[in-house]
């Protein structure tokens, strides 16, 4: 049985998704197939209220860590701009999600956030 990524169930699932970071990293992390249809990539420096009105996400994807940024930066941007959406962090396994949970939600109290923490899949 073929496991489906979480970017791709969403995506089914007929929400609107805005996933944040370099496609390439996303794509070696191995946690994406290609490009999942309906989903739209970009870079932390083009999440502003104007990309937010033009996708109108429901769900914004970020790892938990990238190259320039990390999910602080994205939960704080998205608070800025009262995203009222959801926001996502993908993360591999760690020893306390929960201190992790604190910081963002700390940084960003209005966001509906969570953590999706996933085992690194392997080819």
Known sequence: M???KVADAACVQGITI?????????QAS???RGVPAGCVYLGIDQLNPFTLRRHAP???LSPLLSDGFDAVDVA???????FRGMYRVVADNLPDPEIIRGDIRAAA?????DLLVLPRETP
């Open 2 to 4: 073929m496991m489906m």
């Open 18 to 26: 805005l996933v944040i970071g370099d496609l390439d990293q996303w």
């Open 30 to 32: 191995g946690r994406l």
């Open 58 to 60: 429901d769900l914004i």
């Open 76 to 82: 704080e941007k998205l608070n800025a701009t009262q």
């Open 109 to 113: 109290p209005d966001l509906d956030f």
